[in-house]
C-alpha cells in the first residue's frame, strides 16, 4: 500500500489570496522540493498538512517560539488572507479552506483517488473575525467524475499518514526535538506500529493473563474440592490467603523496602563524611558559643555595676567624698566651736565687776550652755528648772529676774563687738559642720564591694577570653558556614529513615517467615489428612497447567526481550549508517555515533532512548544544532527502512535541514533524491538566494539534479510584483 | 555666705593644663566614650579632686602659678557644684594648723585678725587654691613616675584612695 498527495489547494489561507484554483501545489509521487525565500509561505504550506492532519497549526508565541495552536478567535487573524480580511466589510463573510488530492495504491495494482477538504467560515463583526466549527467534506474521483465518498474525513485523514506516526512522517525543523521524541512512551508506540513487535507483546501480555488466570483457576479448583470438607477447606482457604499474602510481600512489599533501603544507605554513606565535620564542628562553636555566652553575662554584670556607680556616686553625689571619713574634721570643727563658747563664756564673766567669784563660776557655766533670757523667763513661769528638773525657790526666781536676764539681754547687745565675732565665726562653723553632715553617708565598703565585683568580673572575663583564645588557636576559626556545609538534616533524616525501614523489614521478615512456616504447616497438616490423595484429575491437571503458564509466560519474555534488543541494534546500524551518509564527509561528525538503548521495564514493557554518544560513549546532549538535526532524520529514516514496505506515507517536511550547513543540506536532498522510496514534500529555503531573489548554487545543482531523476519535482513560491501578499507558484523543472 | 562664696574665682595654673587635660576636661569639651572613672566632666570637678588630693597628702605650694593664671568663674553655680566647693572648705578649716593659721585659735587673735566672713573665707579660697595647685603638683609626680596611672578604668578613685593618710 502506499499513498501519493497528488495536489494540495489553498483558500485564503495565509498568504495565499483568492479562491482554491488560485493556490495550487501539485507533486509528483516521487520527491518533491518546494523552494522559496522567507516569508512567501513555505511555513503555511507545511501548516496547511499540519491543519487538515492534526487540527493544529505551528506559530511562533510572543517569546518567538514555536507553538502547535488551533484555529481560534486569538489565532484567526493571523491565519485569514490579509487582503480578503482587508476587503471585508462588516457582516461579510469569507472561507477559508485547505482541500487535498490523494491517491491510495495496494499491492494489486488498484487505486482510490480521494479529495478532502476542510473549511472555516469567517465573519466580520464589527472590528473582529468571528469563526465557526471548521466543516469537513470528503469526494471521490472516479473515472474524471467527482462524487461523494463512502468514507468519513477522519478515516480518510489516518490513511494519508497513520495518526501515531504523524511525529515522524510530518516534521517541522525547527520543532524537531519535541515533536519528534527520541525516548519514552510515544517513542515505544511508534516503533511498535512500524514494525509489528507489538505483536509479540500481545502474545506476551495474553500468556501473562493467561498464566495468572491459571493460578486463580488453580485455586478456585482446591476450593471447590475441599468445599465439603470443613477442615481441609479451612486449610485451603488459609493457604490461599497465606500465599496471596507471600506473594504480596516477596514482590511488592519487601523489593520496595529493599529499594529505599539502598536509596538511603547511599545518602547515608554519601553525606557521612561531611556529616562527622559537621557535628563536630557544630559541638566546637557551641563551646564557643557557651564562651560568648559567659563573657556576655560578666559584661552585663560588669556594665550594671558601672551603671549603678555612675548613678549614684558620680552623677547624684560627691562620689569622692563618699570615701572619706570626715569623723575627725566634724570632731575638730566642733571642738572649735566649743572653743568659741569659751571664749564667749570668758568674756561673759569679765563683764560684771560686781558679781562674786562663786557667781561667775555659775555665770560662765551657763553662758557655756547658752540660755536665752526668754527661756529663763519660762523657767520662771514654770516654776521649774530646766537644768536640774527641781522646783525653784524664791530666792532663786528673784535671783534669776533681777539678775541673770538682765545681763544676757545685755550681752545680746548688736554694740558688742566681740560677741558679733564669735557669733558670726559660730554661723561659719556651723554651716561647714552642716556640709561634713552633709556628706556625713561614710560607703566606703559598700562602694568597694561594688568596685570588687567589678574587679573580680573584669578578671573572670579576661580569663573566659583568654581560654576562648586558645580554644580557637587549638580549633580554628569556625564559621556557621562550617557547620551548614552540609545538611545535617539529610542525613539524620535519611539514618532515621533507614534504621525505620530496617526495623519494617525485619518485620515483614519475621511475618514472612511466620507466614512461611505457617504455609508448611497448613500443607502438611493438608498432606497428612490425605488431600493430595483426594486431589482430582481436574486439580492435578490445573496445577500442571500452572506450571506450563509460567514458563510460557518466562519464555515469552526472553523472546520479546530478545527480539526488541535485536532491533534495537538493527535501527542503531540502520541509524548511523544514515547519519554517516547525511554527514558525508563532515569531519565533525565522524566521530559521533547514534546510540538506541532498550530496557523492559517494571511492566515488562520495553523502553528506548535513542542518543548521540561521542567515540568515548559520553552521551552529547545538545539541545537543536546539527548533530541533534541530523540525529532526528537518521531516526526517522532508519525508522522509515526498517520498516520496510510497511510503511510508504508521505514524508512531508518544513525546514528539515534548518540547523545544518549548505554541506549537510546539499548531501541530506541529494541522498533523499537518489534514496526515498517514499513520496516527499520538502518545504526548504536553503536552496535560495534571498539577494539574487532567485536558486542559489547548490539549488542550480540540485535542480540539475532533479530534471535528471523521474517523478522529481521542483517547486518555487515566488511573492508577486508589488504585492507580496499574494504569491506565484511556479514549477522550476517543467 | 552663699553669696560670698558664689563670688569666688577659681583659678587653675595654664602651665598645667595639658597635663590635667589627661583626666580632665578644662574646656567644657565632649565627654570622651568610655572614660567613666578615670575622667572629670568639667575644669571645676578637677580643680576641687586636686583640691582633696592636695588636702590628703598635704601638699600645698606657697609660690603660687608659674606662669599664667587661668580662671573660670562659675557663672552660675549649680546646687551641687557649691555644696561641693563648701564641703572642701569645711575640710580645709577642720584642720588644726589652718585654724591656726587663720588665728583663729585664741580670744586675742579673734580679736585682732578677724574682720568679717568675706575676709575670711577669702583667705580660704587662697589656701584651696595652694592645697589644689600643690595636688596637681603631687598628680604629675605620679604621672611622670607612671605615664599609664589615668589608664585604669578606676584611676581617680585609686589615687584618691591612695593619698588618704593611713
Known sequence: ?734 | MDDIIANHSLYIDQEFEGFINNFCSTTGADFPQGRLGNYLGSWYEGYLYCLLIGLNTNSRNYLGYTKNKKHQKMSVWSPKNINQYKYCIARVMAREDINTELKLNSRDNIQNNFISTENLLSKVRDICEQFSLGGVHYLKQLYDNDPSIFDDQLALKTIYENSIPK
Open chain 1, 1 to 734: 500500500m502506499a499513498i501519493f498527495i497528488k495536489k494540495i489547494e489553498l483558500n485564503n489561507w495565509f498568504g495565499y489570496f483568492g479562491p482554491y484554483e488560485n493556490n495550487v501545489f501539485e507533486f509528483s509521487n516521487g520527491v518533491n522540493i518546494v523552494v522559496a525565500p522567507n516569508d512567501t509561505g513555505k511555513s503555511k504550506l507545511h501548516n496547511a498538512f499540519r491543519w487538515m492532519l492534526t487540527d493544529n497549526v505551528i506559530l511562533k508565541n510572543n517569546l518567538n517560539k514555536y507553538e502547535l495552536l488551533n484555529i481560534d478567535l486569538n489565532t484567526i487573524n493571523h491565519i485569514l488572507n490579509h487582503e480578503s480580511s482587508a476587503l471585508l466589510k462588516n457582516q461579510d463573510t469569507v472561507t477559508i479552506g485547505v482541500r487535498i488530492y490523494f491517491e491510495e495504491t495496494n499491492s494489486r495494482g488498484e487505486s482510490l483517488n480521494r479529495i478532502i477538504t476542510k473549511e472555516v467560515l469567517c465573519k466580520k463583526d464589527v472590528n473582529r473575525i468571528t469563526i465557526a466549527t471548521p466543516k469537513t467534506s470528503v469526494q471521490r474521483i472516479e473515472l474524471g467524475n467527482i462524487r461523494t465518498a463512502p468514507e468519513t474525513f477522519d478515516e480518510l485523514k489516518t490513511k494519508i499518514i497513520r495518526p501515531n506516526l504523524l511525529d515522524f512522517f510530518l516534521v517541522q525543523g525547527e520543532s524537531l526535538e519535541h515533536l519528534t521524541p527520541l525516548k519514552g512512551e510515544k517513542l515505544r508506540t511508534t516503533i511498535n506500529n512500524l514494525v509489528s513487535l507489538n505483536i509479540l507483546d500481545k502474545k506476551s501480555d495474553i500468556s501473562i493473563k493467561l498464566a495468572s488466570n491459571i493460578f486463580s483457576l488453580r485455586q478456585d479448583i482446591e476450593k471447590r474440592e475441599s468445599i465439603n470438607n470443613t477442615a481441609a477447606s479451612e486449610n485451603v482457604l488459609k493457604k490461599t490467603t497465606l500465599e496471596n499474602e507471600i506473594t504480596e510481600i516477596t514482590e511488592s512489599e519487601l523489593p520496595q523496602l529493599n529499594n529505599f533501603k539502598e536509596i538511603f544507605g547511599n545518602t547515608i554513606e554519601e553525606f557521612r563524611g561531611q556529616a562527622e565535620i559537621s557535628r563536630k564542628n557544630q559541638a566546637l562553636l557551641k563551646i564557643i558559643d557557651n564562651y560568648n555566652l559567659d563573657i556576655k553575662k560578666l559584661e552585663g554584670a560588669i556594665d550594671n555595676s558601672y551603671k549603678y556607680l555612675v548613678d549614684n556616686y558620680i552623677n547624684n553625689e560627691f562620689w569622692l567624698s563618699k570615701i572619706t571619713d570626715n569623723k575627725k574634721d566634724k570632731k575638730t570643727l566642733t571642738d572649735f566651736k566649743e572653743n568659741l563658747r569659751d571664749f564667749s563664756a570668758k568674756r561673759g564673766t569679765e563683764l560684771n565687776d560686781t558679781l562674786s567669784e562663786k557667781e561667775r563660776k555659775m555665770l560662765y557655766a551657763l553662758e557655756r550652755d547658752q540660755p536665752s533670757p526668754a527661756i529663763l523667763t519660762q523657767m520662771i513661769v514654770d516654776d521649774t528648772c530646766y537644768i536640774c528638773a527641781n522646783n525653784l525657790s524664791a530666792d532663786s526666781k528673784r535671783y534669776m529676774e533681777e539678775k541673770l536676764i538682765p545681763f544676757f539681754r545685755k550681752e545680746l547687745n548688736k554694740d558688742d563687738i566681740e560677741l558679733n565675732k564669735y557669733v558670726e565665726l559660730n554661723e561659719i562653723y556651723l554651716k561647714l559642720d552642716g556640709y561634713l553632715n552633709k556628706y556625713d553617708s561614710f560607703e566606703y565598703d559598700f562602694l568597694q564591694s561594688k568596685i570588687n565585683s567589678i574587679v573580680l568580673n573584669e578578671s573572670n572575663k579576661r580569663d573566659i577570653e583568654n581560654k576562648k583564645d586558645d580554644f580557637i588557636k587549638e580549633n580554628g576559626v569556625l564559621s556557621k558556614d562550617d557547620v551548614e556545609l552540609v545538611s545535617l538534616t539529610t542525613y539524620d533524616r535519611a539514618k532515621s529513615d533507614l534504621s525505620m525501614i530496617v526495623m519494617k523489614i525485619e518485620l515483614l521478615e519475621d511475618d514472612l517467615s511466620s507466614k512461611i512456616s505457617d504455609l508448611a504447616t497448613v500443607n502438611s497438616n493438608m498432606r497428612a489428612s490425605n488431600m493430595e490423595s483426594k486431589d482430582s484429575v481436574k486439580l492435578n491437571k490445573a496445577r500442571n497447567l500452572e506450571t506450563f503458564g509460567t514458563e510460557i509466560k518466562n519464555v515469552l519474555l526472553d523472546i520479546k526481550k530478545q527480539m526488541y534488543e535485536d532491533f534495537a541494534m538493527d535501527l542503531e546500524k540502520i541509524s548511523n549508517k544514515k547519519f554517516q551518509a547525511f554527514s558525508k564527509d563532515n569531519e565533525r561528525f565522524t566521530s559521533q555515533k547514534i546510540k538506541v538503548d532498550f530496557s523492559l521495564n517494571h511492566d515488562n514493557q520495553p523502553d528506548f532512548e535513542i542518543k548521540v554518544i561521542d567515540q568515548f560513549g559520553n552521551n552529547l546532549q545538545q539541545g537543536g544544532g546539527a548533530s541533534q538535526a541530523l540525529r532526528q532524520l537518521s531516526v526517522i529514516f532508519g525508522l522509515i527502512e526498517k520498516a520496510g514496505g510497511n510503511v510508504n506515507f508521505p514524508f512531508i517536511a518544513d525546514a528539515p535541514t534548518s540547523n545544518m550547513s549548505h554541506t549537510l543540506s546539499e548531501h541530506f536532498f541529494n541522498y533523499q533524491l537518489e534514496n526515498s522510496e517514499n513520496q516527499n514534500i520538502l518545504i526548504t529555503k536553503e536552496l535560495w538566494d534571498d539577494k539574487k531573489n532567485t536558486l542559489n548554487e547548490i539549488g542550480e545543482r540540485i535542480l540539475t539534479k532533479v530534471e535528471n531523476i523521474e517523478n522529481a519535482k521542483m517547486i518555487s513560491i515566488v511573492s508577486k510584483k508589488g504585492n507580496n501578499k499574494r504569491v506565484n507558484i511556479l514549477n522550476l523543472n517543467n
